[in-house]
């Protein structure tokens, strides 16, 4: 076996070794950035204007969202009070985004996982919003919960029947806190801006 062709066939296993090691780097990271998305939108954020619309009918009959993406380690509890909605089209022919004009009114004083849920009445502690300004975002139907009665927040996207992940199906916020958004929504219960034409209702009774 002459020198010169030895020398190729290490090159030749050297080239195939580091080859190999690029496409598992690659690979880790693909995995990494795809976990790491699963927060941000990837699940149901783009949707048909049928699925928008079957959403808003949902949203508007009550116009409180609790925010929380159950995928993360670790995410706060938000509860947001809503002045309106509207479908907003996607970079891709035929899909919506629903983005809400929202007003934060309370978030957990600490971040939650998922296997904290249920959440002992006496381990919740929320505290007012520092900020009384309302401000606009998208929404990932996965990733937000509609009042179902009671004390209960349910996933969005299962309360419409769309496939998506969850690790929390429902949340039930402290008795307080549902007093106090009874007792204290006032003008918020009354959206100002439904583009969809979404008969609004404000479904205290229960409470």
Same mark, same amino acid.
């Given at each position: 076996?002459?020198?010169?062709?030895?020398?190729?066939?290490?090159?030749?296993?050297?080239?195939?070794?580091?080859?190999?090691?690029?496409?598992?780097?690659?690979?880790?990271?693909?995995?990494?950035?795809?976990?790491?998305?699963?927060?941000?939108?990837?699940?149901?954020?783009?949707?048909?204007?049928?699925?928008?619309?079957?959403?808003?009918?949902?949203?508007?009959?009550?116009?409180?969202?609790?925010?929380?993406?159950?995928?993360? *380690?670790?995410? /706060? @509890?938000? #509860?947001?009070?809503?002045?309106?909605?509207?479908?907003?089209?996607?970079?891709?022919? &035929? =899909?919506?985004?629903?983005?809400?004009?929202?007003?934060?009114?309370?978030?957990?004083?600490?971040?939650?996982?998922?296997?904290?849920?249920?959440?002992?009445?006496?381990?919740?502690?929320?505290?007012?919003?520092?900020?009384?300004?309302?401000?606009?975002?998208?929404? *990932?139907?996965? /990733? @937000?919960? #509609?009042?179902?009665?009671?004390?209960?927040?349910?996933?969005?996207?299962?309360?419409? &029947? =769309?496939?998506?992940?969850?690790?929390?199906?429902?949340?039930?916020?402290?008795?307080?806190?549902?007093?106090?958004?009874?007792?204290?929504?006032?003008?918020?219960?009354?959206?100002?801006?439904?583009?969809?034409?979404?008969?609004?209702?404000?479904?205290?009774?229960?409470?």
């Amino acid at each position: 076996m002459s020198p010169v062709y030895s020398w190729c066939m290490m090159q030749l296993r050297r080239y195939v070794i580091g080859a190999r090691a690029c496409c598992a780097v690659l690979l880790v990271v693909l995995i990494v950035v795809t976990c790491a998305g699963l927060c941000k939108g990837d699940q149901l954020q783009w949707n048909t204007l049928s699925i928008c619309r079957d959403a808003a009918e949902t949203i508007a009959r009550l116009p409180v969202l609790v925010s929380f993406c159950s995928l993360a *380690d670790e995410d /706060y @509890v938000e #509860v947001w009070l809503l002045r309106g909605l509207h479908a907003t089209e996607t970079p891709t022919s &035929g =899909l919506y985004e629903i983005t809400v004009s929202a007003k934060g009114r309370y978030r957990s004083d600490r971040p939650f996982s998922a296997g904290d849920f249920p959440v002992p009445e006496e381990q919740w502690h929320l505290h007012e919003a520092e900020t009384h300004d309302g401000y606009a975002t998208a929404i *990932d139907l996965a /990733y @937000v919960y #509609v009042y179902i009665g009671g004390r209960s927040f349910r996933c969005l996207g299962h309360v419409l &029947g =769309l496939p998506c992940i969850v690790k929390v199906e429902t949340i039930q916020l402290p008795n307080h806190v549902m007093a106090e958004l009874a007792s204290g929504l006032g003008p918020w219960c009354l959206p100002s801006s439904w583009p969809l034409d979404i008969p609004v209702g404000c479904p205290w009774s229960d409470f």
